[in-house]
């Protein structure tokens, strides 16, 4: 059985700029550098506590994900990272040059304020910021 999601691996051009980025703009704990030399990869790990899995489809055959499947094919869409302050992350991302897909917060799934940062300002892949509202 799957117990949880262990790591999610993101292939990237620039690892020290990449590491910098989880680091230093997006907080998370660096557990270091390991060079899998029979891989002949480079990997970086930043651990966090929990997760979940999310499938997303089009709803009524219509909107960005219809667009997505049809222009990508099915794969990994995006990742998301859960923030305690939503709009202040938003506005230190700007301040650092990261496009958004939207001007600000919008309610999603978990009545969840979300945002999505352009896959263009992180190595092509594409970045929720959500904040839970609460349980209702
Ligand atoms: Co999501």
Redesign the pocket.
């Known amino acids: 059985m799957i117990v949880a999601l262990d790591h999610i691996a993101i292939a990237v051009p620039d690892l020290e700029k990449s590491i910098k980025r989880f680091m230093d703009d997006f907080g998370l704990t660096f557990k270091g550098q390991e060079d899998v030399v029979a891989a002949k990869t480079s990997t970086a790990f930043f651990p966090l506590p929990e997760t979940s899995i999310?499938l997303?489809h089009p709803l009524n055959d219509e909107g960005p994900i219809k667009g997505y499947l049809e222009k990508k094919g099915p794969g990994l869409h995006?990742l998301?990272f859960r923030s305690d302050n939503i709009e202040e992350d938003v506005a230190r991302l700007k301040e650092k040059g990261y496009q958004f897909l939207s001007d600000a917060p919008t309610l999603?799934?978990h009545n969840s304020k979300?945002i999505f940062i352009h896959p263009k300002s992180c190595d092509g892949v594409l970045i929720?910021l959500?904040q839970p509202m609460g349980e209702h």
């Open positions: 999310e997303v995006h998301c999603g799934a979300v929720e959500n």
